[in-house]
Each structure stands twice: as C-alpha cells, then as structure tokens.
C-alpha cells in the first residue's frame, strides 16, 4: 500500500516571502499522479497543483511550483510571494496511475500560517 | 449546481442512531468518491462510484457503513448505529471519470458528524 508522509505540522511564513512544504511518498508503481490540495477554514479541498509521475518536469501554477524527485520519492510544494489568502491546511495526495479502484491517498496536512 | 453539495452541513446525533449523508455531485461527472477526515487528520478513502457501481468496498470502516448512488447523481453513506468513533467530516467528492486517475477531484464542503 502507498504512504504519504508530510513531516511539518505547520509551518509559518511572513506575507510575500517564498516557503517550501515537505512530502514524501512510498510507492511501488511506476505511472502515478501527486497531488497539493488547499483546505481552508471552510472545509472545502481544492486543487493547488498536480504532477504526473512520467513527466520529469516540475509542475507550476502561478506562484506554486512543486519540486519533484522522483528517485527520492519527494514532492515539495513551493509558494513564492504567500498571501494572506494562503493560509490554509495543505495535503499532499497520491493516486496510482494504474485506474484501480483506489481513491486519493493523503498525508496528514501541514498547517500554513501567513504573518502579515 | 457549479459544484459538489453535501447534505446536511452538520450533524449531531446519539449514540446507536442511523444516519444519512448526501452528495450532490456536479452534473456530468460519472465518478464519485467518499473520504473521512478525523480532527487534524488528512482524508481516508472510503469508497468509489463509477456510475451507480461501486466494485470494491473495503474501504468502508465497518459493516455498518453503506453507499449507494442513483445512476450518475445522488449518493448517500448511511452509517447504522453510530459509534462515537464515527465522529468525523465526511467528504464527497467527484470527477469527470474514473478512469482518469489524473484527472481533478472537486470536493464538496463536507458534513460534519458528531456522536454523543
């Protein structure tokens, strides 16, 4: 069975600097997808950014870019320029890119505080 | 709807009584998926719909819990003679298919379930 392991709790950052969340995965599979989601207050997950196991380049959405080390078995989450709108918990996800019956596998979160 | 609803918002309810969770998933995704989220926990998958199939259930906690799905809309998670380790936020979420494991899962804002 895959893990997800994220080792920060939380984490706190100054309004418009760069931070980095940790995750790391154990797998045995080859063609999977990694997943950031946000969850705010409100409870509701949404999607930050994907990376898809194959593809050696680092996805990047905007201000959030991820540092994939497949070999590793790492995907950090980077935030360049954090807003206060960022704060939120972050979960890093696994899904196997076989199509089985397997729903999202996720870490604990880690806790992003932004100090104005 | 623009996106998945969930019904009700909370819940309180006694030990040893059944309850009913719904989920509204947007219109055109044919899969559906069920996560529980412990306090300060990440998400654990509970169960799949393709369509109003769901080939593998066991993820469900106990023998207690149940889904079904009405063709490609409504599910509801009934959990039968509650436990107090049954308080959590039930999830819901859908996507356009299954069979595309890379493809975005769009959460609902949950229920939350207490048992007393």
């Known amino acids: 069975a895959q893990t997800v392991t994220q080792s920060q709790p939380e984490m706190s950052v100054q309004e418009a600097e760069t931070v980095t969340l940790s995750c790391t995965y154990d797998t045995s599979e080859s063609d999977y997808y990694l997943f950031w989601y946000k969850q705010p207050p409100s409870r509701q997950m949404i999607l930050v950014i994907r990376?898809?196991?194959?593809?050696?380049q680092n996805a990047t959405e905007n201000r959030f870019s991820v540092n994939f080390q497949k070999a590793a078995k790492s995907f950090s989450l980077k935030i360049s320029d954090s807003q206060l709108g960022d704060a939120a918990m972050y979960f890093c996800a696994y899904r196997s890119g076989g199509g089985g019956a397997d729903g999202l596998t996720f870490g604990k979160g880690t806790h992003l505080i932004i100090q104005p | 709807g623009a996106g998945v609803s969930q019904s009700p918002s909370n819940k309180v309810t006694e030990k040893g009584k059944d309850v009913e969770l719904r989920c509204d998933p947007i219109s055109g995704h044919t899969a559906l998926y069920w996560y529980r989220q412990r306090l300060g926990q990440g998400l654990e998958f509970l169960i799949y719909?393709?369509?109003?199939?769901?080939?593998?259930k066991s993820g469900l906690p106990s023998d207690r819990f149940s889904a079904e799905r009405t063709g490609e809309s409504v599910s509801t998670l009934t959990i039968q003679r509650t436990q107090q380790e049954d308080s959590a936020v039930y999830l819901c979420a859908s996507s356009i298919h299954m069979a595309d494991p890379g493809g975005t899962q769009y959460f609902g804002p949950g229920t939350r379930l207490t048992v007393l």
């Open positions: 719909f393709q369509g109003n199939s769901a080939p593998d």
């Open positions: 990376q898809e196991a194959y593809k050696q």
